[in-house]
């Protein structure tokens, strides 16, 4: 049982846009920053998003994040099927003092 | 460019301890990271186990901190897990990776860099 709540999977077409949903709560999401992770099949992590909406210079502006209140989202326009992957929230939860993560949600790009 | 290298015994038998040990080069553990520990049981999703910060102040997820112990080696740039006491549930990939923290209240962390993970079974 993860401390954020994400979708299992999300699926769409290639060039389409999607939006991964990330619930938390005021111990977590709510008072401190979000990030996103990509998992690419039998890889590790990659971190995509940091400070709810910032990106690595290496990650395209394809994807994108933003928070409101306890939850966040990832948005990816332009998908390709390069993006199939599982993705992942965290963020610090200062009830546990430590890292969160969602459970993760699985991009299926048909 | 930073890169963690984990390594460590694949197969630990029940009742005993996972030992691995995470390799750190290009960036010093002298730096503004903490260095953690997270893993990933098979088809699920990402734990933190624990972080250690180079004055050697550690920090533990309350469900493992019982059985686990977060170690730093500075002359070799490296730094090591220990978990006692394993079952079939600490089966998991086991990754390294660098934690930044923007205070001493994280209210803004991310982990930057991942090692490419090694797989722990525990098993008779």
């Known amino acids: 049982q993860s401390v954020l709540t994400q979708p299992p999977s999300v699926s769409a077409a290639p060039g389409q846009r999607i939006r991964i949903s990330c619930s938390g709560s005021s111990s977590n999401i709510g008072n401190n920053y979000v990030s996103w992770y990509q998992q690419v099949p039998g890889t590790a992590p990659k971190l995509l998003i940091y400070d709810n909406d910032r990106r690595p210079s290496r990650i395209p502006d394809r994807f994108s994040g933003s928070k409101s209140g306890t939850s966040a989202t990832l948005g990816i326009t332009g998908l390709q099927t390069g993006d199939e992957a599982d993705y992942y929230c965290g963020t610090w939860d200062n009830s546990l003092s430590g890292p969160v993560f969602g459970g993760g949600t699985k991009l299926t790009v048909l | 460019q930073v890169q963690l290298q984990e390594s460590g015994p694949g197969l630990v038998k029940p009742s005993e301890t996972l030992s691995l040990t995470c390799a750190v080069s290009?960036?010093?553990?002298?730096?503004?990271?903490?260095w953690g520990w997270i893993r990933q049981p098979p088809g699920k999703g990402l734990e933190w186990i624990g972080n250690i910060y180079h004055t050697g102040s550690t920090y533990y997820n309350p469900s493992l901190k019982s059985r686990v112990t977060i170690s730093l080696d500075t002359s070799k740039n490296q730094f090591s897990l220990r978990l006692s006491s394993v079952t079939a549930a600490d089966t998991a990939m086991y990754y390294c990776?660098?934690?930044?923290?923007?205070?001493?209240?994280?209210?803004?962390?991310?982990?930057?860099?991942w090692g490419q993970g090694t797989l722990v079974s525990v098993s008779s």
């Open positions: 290009g960036f010093s553990l002298n730096s503004v990271y903490y």
């Open positions: 990776a660098s934690l930044y923290c923007s205070s001493t209240s994280c209210y803004s962390m991310r982990f930057d860099y």
